[in-house]
T-cell receptor
């Protein structure tokens, strides 16, 4: 079945550093979503992307819908301790817009 | 607060037992999804319902079953529980299949 490759699997950074993570697929997607899961909580939607090339920001977070429609990127600038958590990408494939495919997550740890 | 509610928040039971987890979707959402998340694991999609009917199945064991009722709330039944079933179980809802999903706070199941 369709899969999303999310990388890196985990990151350990210093407070204040910028963070980048990405999601790639072998097929075209119509929608890309980025979620964050705080420890012990359910995932929360951070950013939703609907058009190729779209660049959207939410505070220190910026996400982009890749031009090829097969990838998406999430950047976090000037990380702070509360950025700790698991970040998931999810996408709606063009071949089946009734489905949401999930990446396996990027676990982020921030050292104060 | 996502608007999705799950009960109970915590559940401790013994091997071989049967439990029922309950989810109420956001007002207006017709789709309900169930996910399992084991320690340090990504989200494993179990099953999806749309307006009372099963829409998609993921890695759901035969010992597990679910249903969505006419009032759109959903229940996940886990039977013949094993130690390995200990996990966080999340419910999510969306307006329709493939739309942005909103997650509940989860039920933490511990099987002793």
């Amino acid at each position: 079945g369709q899969q999303l490759n999310q990388s890196p699997q985990s990151m350990f950074i210093q407070e204040g550093e910028d963070v980048s993570m990405n999601c790639t697929s072998s097929s075209i997607f119509n929608t890309w979503l980025w979620y964050k899961q705080d420890p012990g909580e359910g995932p929360v939607l951070l950013i939703a992307l609907y058009k190729a090339g779209e660049l959207t920001s939410n505070g220190r977070l910026t996400a982009q819908f890749g031009i090829t429609r097969k990838d998406s990127f999430l950047n976090i600038s000037a990380s702070i301790p509360s950025d700790v958590g698991i970040y998931f990408c999810a996408g709606q494939p063009r071949s089946n817009n009734r489905k949401l495919i999930w990446g396996l997550g990027t676990s982020l740890a921030v050292n104060p | 607060d996502s608007g999705v509610t799950q009960t109970p928040k915590h559940l401790i039971t013994a091997t071989g037992q049967r439990v029922t987890l309950r989810c109420s979707p956001r007002s207006g959402d017709l789709s309900v999804y169930w996910y399992q998340q084991s320690l340090d694991q990504g989200l494993q999609f179990l099953i999806q319902y749309y307006n009372g009917e099963e829409r998609a199945k993921g890695n759901i064991l035969e010992r597990f079953s679910a249903q969505q009722f006419p009032d759109l709330h959903s229940e996940l039944n886990l039977s013949s529980l094993e130690l390995g079933d200990s996990a966080l179980y999340f419910c999510a809802s969306s307006l329709g299949p493939g739309d942005e999903q909103f997650f509940g706070p989860g039920t933490r199941l511990t099987v002793l």
